[in-house]
């Protein structure tokens, strides 16, 4: 790779094209990542704490100092299930890194494309470390061409461990993304298999199928997620009633949205907001 094509593509990898976080999460049972998926690449960092995870097909637990993978267009959720959970992101807009170099065409184009895909949890100590130190570079605000280095350094660690055997993926399309911001814009409301299925021309069969594939959950239960969550965020404020949260995450029953608060975090909708309240 010529100097100057590499130069051009670090210029071009934006901080809004590269970014890193940390989330702190408190609460077992605690929704931290609603199921959804992007086209960016996603790495998170567990430093604190312990979640279940979903990516693709792949649910497993996730502990301290692991690593995990999210590759682009692939759906993935996780769930808190320790009194404190703590944990990095770093998310890689690859389409950024793309140039005509024989570099970017040959590491970079298989993954957009999704002919290339990394294993989802990193188990070997060498590409969990190159990924701490790149959060440190990221973190430390170092100069853009540090940044960049780092950047590449982890994806040829990526490639030389981390490579997932060849398969068939399972990605949603565009299609199925609309669907998911339907479905997100109209939890609260009563949504059925039939009436998504037949607004985007679905056979009802088939579409089930899809969406169990594509996200590990029947429909019912990624909206009872939604609803879970969004019931997690009013239940924190005190001047809302139970029956008026019922109403608003889509339950006319207060009675049965107890029970399924309940049943998602071990705990009534007032012992919820009490534990809430006095984290």
């Known amino acids: 790779m010529k100097i100057d094509q590499f130069l ?3 210029t071009s990898l934006k901080s809004t094209e590269l970014q890193v976080w940390q989330q702190v999460i408190r609460g077992v049972q605690t929704v931290c990542i609603s199921p959804h998926w992007h086209e960016q690449m996603e790495i998170l960092y567990i430093e604190r704490g312990e979640m279940d995870l979903k990516v693709g097909e792949d649910s497993f637990h996730g502990t301290p100092g692991m690593a995990v ?18 944990y990095d992101v770093i998310q890689l807009n690859l389409e950024s890194m793309l140039s005509n170099s024989s570099i970017s065409l040959q590491y970079i184009d298989p993954l957009l494309k999704e002919k ?7 188990t070997d100590p060498e590409p969990v ?25 982890t994806l040829s660690v990526l490639y030389r461990l981390c490579v997932a055997e060849q398969g068939i993926f399972h990605t949603p399309n565009h299609k199925f993304h ?19 299925s037949q607004l985007f021309n679905y056979n009802e069969s088939y579409f ?16 009872r997620i939604l609803r879970m969550e969004k019931a997690q965020r009013l239940l924190k404020q005190p001047d809302i009633s139970i029956a008026q949260v019922a109403q608003q995450c889509g339950y006319t029953d207060a009675n049965y949205f107890c029970l399924c608060v309940r049943k998602h975090f071990l705990l009534s909708p007032t012992e919820l907001r009490q534990k809430m309240l006095n984290a």
């Open 8 to 10: 051009e593509t670090a």
């Open 178 to 196: 609309q669907i998911l911001e339907y479905i997100d814009a109209h939890y609260t409301e009563p949504l059925s298999a039939r009436s998504i």
């Open 69 to 86: 993978i999210v590759n682009p267009r692939q759906i993935h959720s996780g769930v808190c299930t320790s009194q404190e959970l703590i």
């Open 116 to 122: 290339v895909r990394f294993v989802t949890r990193l």
């Open 129 to 153: 470390v190159a990924i701490r130190q790149w959060i440190r570079s990221l973190r430390s605000k170092q100069h853009p061409l540090n940044i960049i280095g780092q950047t590449y350094q």
């Open 208 to 223: 089930c199928r899809h969406f169990k594939q594509l996200t590990g959950l029947t429909l019912s239960a990624y909206i």
